[in-house]
């Protein structure tokens, strides 16, 4: 197979964390905002909708980075961390709990498994 020759890399630093910001805007958005707001809210399974967006979340961020990719974990599990603890004392109709803080540990878990295949592979570097 080939690897991914992913220009993600060069772009400037500052490009590149403006656009993992981006990425952290909208899934707060998506994760605080009234469900009436939120398009698609409860098509999935919770635990699933979380799992699956901390596992892009998560993508994104070794997608962008260059180094010190384990900081990529530790902060998307902080992100997960203060979502839930935003949700729990918001009072819009979320709820904060600790299975969606474990849902999005499962999803950062995944994002580094899928990581570590597609460079093992040589997909990615």
């Given at each position: ?5 992913l220009p993600l890399a060069r772009l400037p630093r500052r ?5 993992y910001a981006a990425a952290c805007l909208v899934l707060l ?60 004392n918001m009072g819009w109709g979320r709820d904060g709990n ?28």
């Amino acid at each position: 197979m080939r690897r991914l020759d992913l220009p993600l890399a060069r772009l400037p630093r500052r490009l590149r964390l403006a656009l993992y910001a981006a990425a952290c805007l909208v899934l707060l958005y998506m994760t605080l905002a009234p469900e009436r707001e939120v398009p698609g809210v409860g098509l999935i399974w919770d635990k699933a909708e979380h799992g699956s967006a901390w596992t892009v979340l998560t993508l994104a961020g070794l997608l962008l980075s260059t180094r010190r990719r384990w900081a990529i974990g530790v902060f998307a599990f902080g992100f997960g961390a203060l979502v839930e603890l935003l949700q729990a004392n918001m009072g819009w109709g979320r709820d904060g709990n600790w299975p969606d803080l474990v849902a999005d540990t499962v999803g950062i878990s995944v994002a580094y498994l899928v990581w570590g295949l597609a460079r093992r592979v040589g997909w990615v570097r």
